[in-house]
């Protein structure tokens, strides 16, 4: 598997999904097909949880696991925001919050990877006349911080907030759908099945691994 579906699925399950692979792809320069193919396993993964977590709930509560501690594994292992609010919904609002939460400090770590992954990055990746180049510096990543602390601070009236967040939904569809605009189903064929074996993986890792660690630390 190349090391750019790798990149990019690792951060789609890592972090916020979608959003995650899509923020990694200009700073790795990957293509289009490879951002689809991660894009594609990550969702197809993260809805597949998204189903499998409110279903395993009267299990785990047999076991003593509370409203809280459900939510807390829900948002620290399941791939997208979206379906974090679904699977905590699902059972509760108590869990709900817990998992957003949790959720939250995943995605703040956006954007120090995203600078950690620049410079690993061009580490990685001599010129051809043996000096390597300069880093790719994810200036949004500094406009994602700036964004949530200005969210943060109080200081925006809800009145603007809501039209901001329907913005934003907008601008993500628009990036969603550019990014099929750029992909041909010919390449996603010819990557065979190694980048969704991947993505399936780490989606074991994140419900078992997780679950376990959640489970030690409760």
Not at 149 to 161: E, K, T
Not at 188 to 214: C, D, E, K, S, T
Request: one cysteine or more; a positive charge; glycine letters at 10%.
């Amino acid at each position: 598997l190349d090391r750019e579906s790798s990149v990019l699925i690792g951060a789609g399950s890592a972090i916020c999904g979608a959003a995650a692979v899509m923020a990694a792809q200009p700073v790795i320069r990957a293509s289009g097909e490879r951002a689809s193919l991660a894009v594609a396993g990550v969702v197809l993964f993260g809805s597949l949880a998204m189903l499998l977590y409110p279903a395993a709930y009267p299990l785990l509560a047999s076991l003593g696991v509370s409203d809280t501690a459900y939510g807390v594994m829900t948002g620290s292992t399941l791939h997208e925001v979206a379906q974090v609010v679904a699977a905590g919904k699902a059972v509760s609002d108590q869990a709900a919050n817990a998992a957003v939460l949790t959720k939250m400090l995943r995605v703040m770590m956006l954007a120090p990877f995203l600078l950690l992954l620049a410079a690993w990055w061009q580490r990685r990746q001599p010129q051809a006349d043996g000096q390597r180049g300069r880093i790719t510096i994810p200036w949004f990543a500094f406009g994602f911080v700036a964004m949530v602390a200005l969210n943060s601070s109080g200081w925006l009236p809800a009145a603007v907030v809501a039209p901001l967040q329907q913005l934003t939904t907008l601008l993500l569809a628009t990036a969603m759908a550019a990014l099929g605009l750029d992909t041909r189903a010919s390449a996603i064929r010819a990557a065979g099945w190694q980048p969704l074996l991947l993505a399936g993986l780490l989606f074991g890792w994140l419900m078992a691994g997780g679950g376990v660690f959640n489970w030690l630390l409760g």
